[in-house]
């Protein structure tokens, strides 16, 4: 039987800088140069305020699971080694929330308001996938 593999991230242009600062281990998300506020997922224009004076910045990779669920169902082939596995809702620090993976914890026991701290998970394909452990 032909192994699978996982799929691997396809950035789009707005998201390119996310991608490229994980694949060096560093958590980046766009920040406002008017109002100072982050958020995630990326657009061109700063979702607080509407200003389109944007940069990217290194966030502290620090924050909470808001909320989770855990999967025990092989939904694709290639993840079958992996259930059950946590997908959650991470609030970082900063503000913004990111849908990932906490890993190095039993599923037993996740809980909400964990804290975590991100970690990353080099892909054979050369992308790092930003997930979360506890802190
Ligand atoms: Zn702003």
Redesign the pocket.
């Known amino acids: 039987m032909a192994e699978v593999s996982k799929p691997e991230p396809r950035p789009a242009p707005e998201s390119m800088p996310y991608w490229e600062a994980a694949k060096q281990h560093r958590l980046e998300l766009p920040q ?6 982050h958020w995630f997922p990326p657009s061109r224009t ?6 389109a ?1 944007v940069k990217w910045s290194q966030v502290s990779g620090r924050g909470k699971v808001f909320s989770f669920v855990i999967f025990d169902r092989v939904y694709h082939p290639a993840f079958e080694q992996d259930v059950p596995y946590a997908v959650a809702l991470i609030e970082l620090e900063e503000g913004p929330r990111l849908l990932s993976n906490v890993v190095g914890v039993a599923p037993t026991d996740m809980r909400c308001e964990m804290k975590v701290r991100v970690v990353f998970e080099d892909m054979p394909g050369g992308a790092s996938l930003p997930k979360f452990t506890p802190a």
């Open positions: 406002c140069e008017d109002c100072s506020q700063c979702p607080h305020c509407l200003s004076n």
